[in-house]
């Protein structure tokens, strides 16, 4: 089966960079498959990057390919002194900068990492199609980590805590998508007793899926990869709760069954 490298960027698509870097993946490895994950990661938002690579990751984990290359270039500091690297999670492969875009993903895993070589001629800045783009192809093709670079070390994040039962929990803000709806970084259970929350000192009511409120109520319940989600049927959480990616969160469990 040909290699699979997908691509999550900042480039939008007015612009022809995301397509040099399918270009510069294809030009290395001619047989592999390029999935546009997505190139509306607001500029220089490593926070929204980071999630929907660690989404990436998730949904290209079993039946589609062996060893997933997942390309990864939110990179403000690109052409400084930060380094680039490629990460071998045993299952699938990262590439990006080392700047946190990678570190989701990379949660709870044990891995093995180079820092890639650079070379003169790769433009400053556009080091992604320079260096990244065929670091991920060569992985893609079946070329061993150790030949792309020197073997380093990196910091590894625990999961992200689980709902409790009762209480509070402080976390983060994780991602806020197209409809407005709010990722919290907790897991919430497949099963949970929980049936009631206050978020930004709104009681919401947890439930299976937004059909079991009424439009234009805010609702609670577990995301499609097992997170935390807030959502208004019909409308817009961010909105409502003024939540954006990376804001603190305060969760308390208020009621039960």
Do not use: W
């Amino acid at each position: 089966m040909p290699g699979l490298v997908t691509l999550t960027t900042d480039f939008g698509r007015r612009d022809p960079y995301a397509a040099a870097l399918e270009a510069a993946v294809l030009k290395v490895a001619p047989d592999t498959r390029v999935v546009h994950v997505s190139h509306d990661v607001p500029p220089g938002d490593i926070v929204t990057g980071a999630y929907l690579l660690e989404y990436a990751s998730r949904v290209f984990a079993d039946g589609t390919g062996s060893s997933p290359v997942h390309l990864g270039v939110v990179d403000p500091g690109v052409g400084s002194g930060r380094r680039i690297l490629a990460v071998d999670c045993a299952g699938f492969f990262l590439v990006g900068p080392d700047n946190g875009l990678l570190r989701r993903a990379l949660r709870g895993r044990t891995v093995a990492a180079v820092v890639l070589r650079e070379t003169v001629e790769a433009a400053p800045t556009f080091q992604s199609r320079d260096i990244m783009a065929p670091a991920a192809a060569r992985l893609a093709a079946g070329e061993g980590l150790a030949s792309l670079g020197d073997p380093t070390e990196v910091d590894i994040d625990p999961p992200a805590p689980e709902l409790p039962d009762h209480g509070q929990v402080t976390t983060t803000v994780a991602h806020v998508d197209g409809f407005g709806t709010v990722v919290a970084d907790i897991r919430c259970p497949a099963a949970v007793a929980v049936k009631l929350l206050r978020i930004s000192g709104r009681e919401i009511q947890l439930a299976r899926t937004f059909s079991d409120v009424p439009s234009g109520s805010l609702v609670a319940y577990r995301g499609s990869i097992g997170y935390l989600e807030v959502a208004v049927r019909d409308g817009s959480a961010a909105s409502e709760l003024g939540l954006n990616p990376g804001d603190g969160l305060a969760i308390v469990v208020v009621g039960g069954p």
